[in-house]
Structures are given as C-alpha cells and as structure tokens.
T-cell receptor, first 109, second 117 residues
C-alpha cells in the first residue's frame, strides 16, 4: 500500500530552526509537495520537489532524497505565525496526490 | 498566483436539505478539480477527482449518489451534498490544478464549513 509518514506534533521556540521529516512509500513518484494549514483554514502551497536536493524559498527550504523516500521541510527564524499543520504529499505514478496526516507545529515564545 | 474561489464559506441547514458548493478557478483553467473533506483535527480525505467534461472518480467509501459532482467547465466544479444529515457536517475543501501532472501544485479554495442541524 501507499504510505506517508510524518511526526504528529512538534514544538519549537520562536526564532529557532525546526526540521519536519516525511518518509514515503508510493506506487511511483512524480513529485513531493509541502503545504501549510492553519487551524480552520484550507492548505496553502509551500514547496515542490521532484529532483534530489534542496529547494530554498525564503525562510522555508525543502529537501528530497528519492532513493531514500525521504523529504524534510526546514523552517528558519521561526515566527509565532508559523504555528500550523504542515502536510507532506506525494504524487504517485497515476498523478494522484497521496497525503500525509500532517505535523502540528507549536511555536513557543 | 493561482486563485481558487469556493462558495459558500459557511452553511448551516436542516437535516434533509441539499447543499451545493461551488469551486471556481479564477485565473487559470483547471484541468482537474479535487474535493476533500476534513473532520476536526484529522487529515484531509480525498472524496473525488473530477476532470472537465467527464464523470468524477470517487474514492472508496464515498457515495456518488449522495455527493454529486459536476465539472462542466474548465473553471467551475460543484459538489452537491444531497439530503444532508448531521453526520455530513464537516469542512469541505476543493482544489484545482492546471495540468494532470508536472510540477503544478493543487491550489485550494478557502473551504466550506457545513453544519447540519
């Protein structure tokens, strides 16, 4: 079966750095997405990786290793507004998006 | 950037009512639209995938006669919850993508919070 694993919850301090990991086992691979979802709101797109390596976008970076079935989202200079759930999703060989359950990130002052 | 508009944002209605939710891609043509449901503190659950001009593909366990999906144009898809009951109360979210593959992410509407009394 297809599976996406990410930690359920993480806590970090304002101003610090946090890394949210995601491992996947899917039928084929056509890209990995990270989304941010604040409570009660719809997800918003953060990043896309299809080749191995690091993609940087401001305070957020996303890394992919296809051979390991692994990705991480790195958030730097954490702000209170970064408190949200972070969803990892993989597009499989049928171009269907397989979603992880999300990681709830709690930022403390 | 790509904008998806979902309407209404909040619905409260009596049991037995049918509710229609609209999802529009405002500045791009959405080849594919997706409908999700999310219960409190749970992950997104894909209900169905619809491609313009063809019948929607429903996920296992989703009743196609209860959740009617129409994707009549490249910019509009609708979800109708027929004869809604309290257990249908949930957060319904649509998303749209421009291409079936490639690096195009799904862009989400703001969601519709449905409460059935």
């Amino acid at each position: 079966g297809q599976n996406i694993d990410q930690p359920t919850e993480m806590t970090a301090t304002e101003g610090a750095i946090v890394q949210i990991n995601c491992t996947y086992q899917t039928s084929g691979f056509n890209g990995l997405f990270w989304y941010q979802q604040h409570a009660g709101e719809a997800p918003t797109f953060l990043s896309y990786n299809v080749l191995d390596g690091l993609e940087e976008k401001g305070r957020f970076s996303s890394f992919l290793s296809r051979s390991k079935g692994y990705s991480y989202l790195l958030l730097k200079e954490l702000q209170m507004k970064d408190s949200a759930s972070y969803l990892c999703a993989v597009r499989d060989s049928n171009y269907q998006l397989i979603w992880g359950a999300g990681t709830k990130l709690i930022i403390k002052p | 950037g790509a904008v998806v508009s979902q309407h209404p944002s909040w619905v409260i209605c009596k049991s037995g009512t049918s509710v229609k939710i609209e999802c529009r891609s405002l500045d791009f043509q959405a080849t594919t639209m997706f409908w999700y449901r999310q219960f409190p503190k749970q992950s997104l659950m894909l209900m169905a995938t619809s491609n313009e001009g063809s019948k929607a593909t429903y996920e296992q366990g989703v009743e196609k006669d209860k959740f009617l999906i129409n994707h009549a144009s490249l910019t509009l898809s609708t979800l109708t919850v027929t004869s809604a009951h309290p257990e249908d109360s949930s957060f319904y979210i649509c998303s749209a993508s421009h291409l079936r593959g490639g690096n195009q992410p799904q862009h989400f509407g703001d969601g519709t919070r449905l409460s059935i009394l």
